[in-house]
């Protein structure tokens, strides 16, 4: 008997109106990676953890464009922050078995962050596509 593989990895977007339908049935878990002057600019997403993506690049030892080392403008993360960041997704990955759903403005740095995470081994890591917008037309 042969092996079949998967032709394809699973696609790394989701409808903002999926990804709604799975946080109400409390599988999943949204990471807003936004950065904390746009919360407070534009306000939180109720219930979504906070863990901006370039935090997490320089985390995992990506380099930052100098567009993105500019915004974010801080020391490297320490190894605290990488234990940190490990621990909040770990909790809500592993220990619930949840869906991870990241969100940032548009879905742009959402779907990096996705990208990421799989690289990591979360292989239930997803971009909502469309972003916190998308997200909020629902609400």
Request: hydrophobic letters at 40%; a negative charge; proline letters at 6%.
């Amino acid at each position: 008997m042969v092996a079949v593989k998967p032709t394809q990895e699973p696609p790394l977007e989701i409808s903002a109106e999926t990804a709604n339908e799975i946080v109400r049935l409390r599988i999943a878990t949204l990471i807003d990676v936004r950065q904390p002057t746009e919360l407070e600019l534009e306000g939180e997403v109720p219930d979504a953890e906070s863990v901006p993506l370039f935090d997490l690049k320089k985390i995992l030892g990506h380099k930052l464009t100098e567009e993105e080392q500019e915004i974010l403008d801080c020391d490297l993360p320490t190894p605290r922050d990488a234990r940190l960041f490990l621990s909040i997704i770990n909790k809500h990955h592993y220990q619930k078995g949840n869906v991870l759903l990241c969100l940032c403005n548009s879905g742009k740095r959402s779907l990096h962050a996705a990208q990421l995470l799989r690289s990591m081994g979360y292989d239930r890591a997803y971009s909502v596509r469309g972003g916190v917008r998308a997200w909020r037309e629902l609400m």
